[in-house]
């Protein structure tokens, strides 16, 4: 743990703290009961049994919701085709993001 604690960056650490909020200890064990439980009738939903399923769940919807409100605007090829296209000649258009 001191060899952990000396060698590895604030910023990774941060970032395996991110990780196990969204992917918890022990959620393959808990997916795999409730395919058993399931199985065996229960009607119910994963994220109600379990609190682990129910991070996974809502980290879901989180990245579903951020790639639908992603989509409006224009970028990469297209966008790089657009900017190319004013005039036809580079002139320094600038799409206006946010406002």
Known sequence: ????????????????VSFFKHRPVGWREDHR?????????????????????RAIKIKQEEDMHRAESDT??????FLSLMVKAKGGDNSGWEPKIGG
Request: net charge positive; glycine share 6%; hydrophobic share 35%.
């Open 72 to 77: 409006a605007l224009p970028k990469g090829m």
């Open 1 to 16: 743990m001191y060899q952990l604690e000396k060698e590895m960056p604030y910023t990774e650490l941060l970032k395996w």
């Open 33 to 53: 009961t409730y395919l058993l439980l399931k199985a065996q009738g229960y009607k119910g939903k994963p994220e109600d049994l379990f609190q682990s399923l």
